[in-house]
């Protein structure tokens, strides 16, 4: 083929205004395709089970209120023991009659409440969902999901991963924990103290509803659960599901009068409800305070992590400064011995893997908020959907989805050997679901139970 200098100076002008025309058609196909990109969707080089599944999303707000709670942020010493009725928001995704293209448009906002230099702003964005659709119940009853945030965080914080889920028949309820969004931020004993019992109690009530004769009921499956959990939400979530608080924690004085006692290891009996974790980043492990000034406490000692008897899907990055990851999310892992468990791992990502993709146009402290600065977090988004659907289809449907789970553990030692007529060869380790050539960055190990080896 000539070059542009081979060619005749018009031939020039002309293949030069060509290239230019072209340039601007693809660059308006660009513009239009990222303007109809809605969180969730998947990329060309998703992995295969990030797409949706076959059922319609309705999306609702609930109001509920868990009642006669200690008010921990109004302890004093003339009234130790305060109580109050907890409010608690939820959005609940789930199979729903929506039709094909259905778009929601979710209104939350960013930034810190708490802090004068950091005020809230709204945000705005799309979602694939029908708001109060009717509920599709040709499945039904569905698995209960219930998704805790980060602190601060949203409700809203993981739509990407709770319309995917609810499409592939899951009812999945977002948790918005008072004291602990945006727009409310508490001091911090309050989310130490409450993310477990949220978590159980939204568990309770919708099991109630879904036992009952409204809009639930019918729909929800309150006896196969699973608990999905983002920093403080993880933190919560192993905590719900049978890891006990260590008594050096709950000596501490991060939460006053010893409340913590209450989910102190040998203090009470795991839910057997919850059938399984997903812990995106979980705080509370030894680097975790670390990295707040405080060295030589878990949360979680031996014993306490030994109660963690249900699957669980950890996913950190390698870089991660606010939950670690040596000694903080990967310690864990390896610390929760009676649990079959699994750790996805993000190579040169920090503490950001869990949430929708940042607001463009934000001031940098909120862009960061949501960023992996290595990662594209659209990218991060489809691998969690991948990942977290093979694991809770394995785990509360009995699917066999377990040939996704089973990876040798550096995504960049997988070999891909594929024949001729499209059959794989004997020496083929790609991971499985993954496009040759894009699983890379990534690590995947699986430990069995203690006793299951």
Not at 36 to 45: E, R
Not at 63 to 92: F, G, H, I, K, M
Not at 344 to 370: C, D, I, K, M, S
């Amino acid at each position: 083929m000539p070059t542009l200098r081979a060619l005749h100076p018009l031939c020039v002008s002309v293949s030069l205004m060509a290239f230019s025309v072209a340039l601007t058609q693809t660059d308006a196909t660009a513009q239009t395709a990222a303007a109809s990109f809605v969180f969730g969707d998947p990329l060309p080089d998703a992995p295969e089970l990030a797409a949706r599944g076959p059922y319609g999303v309705g999306v609702r707000t609930l109001a509920l209120v868990n009642p006669d709670q200690l008010e921990v942020l109004a302890v004093t010493p003339q009234d130790p023991e305060p109580r109050y009725d907890r409010p608690l928001t939820v959005e609940l995704f789930y199979p729903g009659d929506a039709p094909a293209g259905a778009l929601t448009t979710y209104e939350d906002v960013f930034g810190h409440s708490a802090d004068p230099e950091r005020p809230n702003r709204p945000l705005t964005f799309l979602g694939r969902a029908e708001r109060d659709a009717e509920p599709d119940a040709s499945g039904a009853p569905y698995p209960l999901v219930i998704l805790s945030h980060g602190y601060p965080g949203s409700r809203l914080m993981m739509t990407y991963l709770a319309e995917n889920l609810a499409s592939k028949g899951y009812v999945v309820a977002a948790v918005a924990h008072t004291d602990s969004t945006f727009d409310d931020v508490g001091a911090f004993a309050s989310t130490l103290l409450n993310r477990p019992l949220d978590q159980l109690f939204v568990l309770d009530e919708l099991a109630r509803r879904g036992a009952g004769e409204g809009f639930l009921g019918g729909l929800v499956d309150a006896e196969r659960v699973a608990l999905i959990g983002y920093s403080m939400g993880g933190y919560g979530a192993l905590n719900a599901a049978g890891a006990g608080f260590s008594e050096a924690a709950v000596a501490a004085p991060f939460v006053p009068n010893r409340a913590l006692a209450l989910r102190q290891t040998g203090a009470f009996e795991p839910d057997p409800r919850i059938k399984a974790v997903v812990a995106f980043a979980p705080w509370g492990g030894p680097a975790a305070l670390e990295a707040v000034g405080v060295s030589g406490l878990s949360f979680w000692d031996e014993a306490g992590l030994a109660g963690l008897r249900v699957p669980t899907l950890f996913v950190a990055g390698d870089q991660d400064d606010v939950s670690g990851f040596e000694g903080g999310v990967k310690a864990l892992f390896e610390g929760a011995v009676n649990a079959e468990r699994y750790l996805l791992v993000y190579q040169n990502a920090r503490h950001n893997v869990a949430p929708n993709p940042p607001p463009l146009g934000a001031p940098f402290t909120e862009y960061a908020r949501y960023a992996e600065f290595a990662w594209d977090a659209r990218r991060i988004n489809n691998i969690n959907q991948h990942f977290v659907t093979a694991f809770l289809a394995k785990v509360l449907k009995g699917e066999p989805t377990g040939r996704y789970l089973e990876l040798v553990e550096r995504s960049n030692e997988g070999v891909w050997a594929q024949r001729e007529d499209g059959s794989f060869a004997p020496e083929h380790s790609y991971w499985a679901g993954f496009e040759n050539r894009t699983a890379v960055g990534l690590e995947f190990y699986h430990r069995p139970a203690r006793g299951r080896e």
